[in-house]
């Protein structure tokens, strides 16, 4: 650990999933992806991957989580941009160790369709750029459910964070 101890780091992970309709646009990580039969329902923009992103961030620090921040009924959270909910996690973490910074990222988005390897660049970037690290350090993974859920999509993100130099 380039001779700092374990207490110089701290790791967190989060989870979400939506169920699927047809008419919602899909977003993940910030990004649309063109082509998707069905799309999330939610009272946000239903990003599955930044909502696990975003609880990921905060449970590094213990700071409960984006239902407590973000209450899925309250006007304010309908149809936003879920960029927000990621960027105001920061801002929470940021608040509590100013120097705090992401080292890695590691996400999964599971989803039978349509295939993401086309978008994974550019998923990739956005994530990046929220979380304001190297991309070369987000992994992102996707999955299908093998046809075992094809109702939701599901995401899964571990964070892991440097408390500064
Ligand atoms: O789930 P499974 O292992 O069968 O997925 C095979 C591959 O398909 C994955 O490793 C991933 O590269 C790709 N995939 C994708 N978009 C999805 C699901 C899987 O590109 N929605
Ligand atoms: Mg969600």
Not at 47 to 55: E, F, K, P, Q, Y
């Amino acid at each position: 650990m380039n001779g700092r101890g374990p207490s110089h780091y701290r790791v967190g992970y989060g989870e979400d999933a939506h169920r699927l309709e047809p008419g919602p646009r899909l977003v993940l990580g910030g990004v649309d992806v063109p082509g998707a039969p069905r799309g999330p329902v939610a009272h946000s923009d239903g990003d599955a991957l930044l909502h696990a992103v975003a609880d990921a961030v905060l449970s590094a620090f213990a700071l409960g989580d984006i239902g407590q921040h973000f209450p899925p009924g309250a006007a304010a959270t309908s149809g936003k941009d879920s960029r927000d909910i990621l960027r105001r996690a920061l801002e929470l973490v940021h608040a509590r160790v100013p120097h705090a910074v992401v080292v890695n990222c590691a996400a999964v988005v599971t989803l039978d369709e349509p295939k993401l390897g086309d978008h994974r660049a550019a998923i990739t970037a956005s994530c990046a750029r929220l979380l304001r690290m190297d991309p070369e350090r987000f992994g992102l993974t996707f999955k299908t459910s093998e046809g075992l859920a094809t109702d939701h999509v599901q995401a899964r993100a571990t964070v892991l964070f440097s408390l500064g130099d």
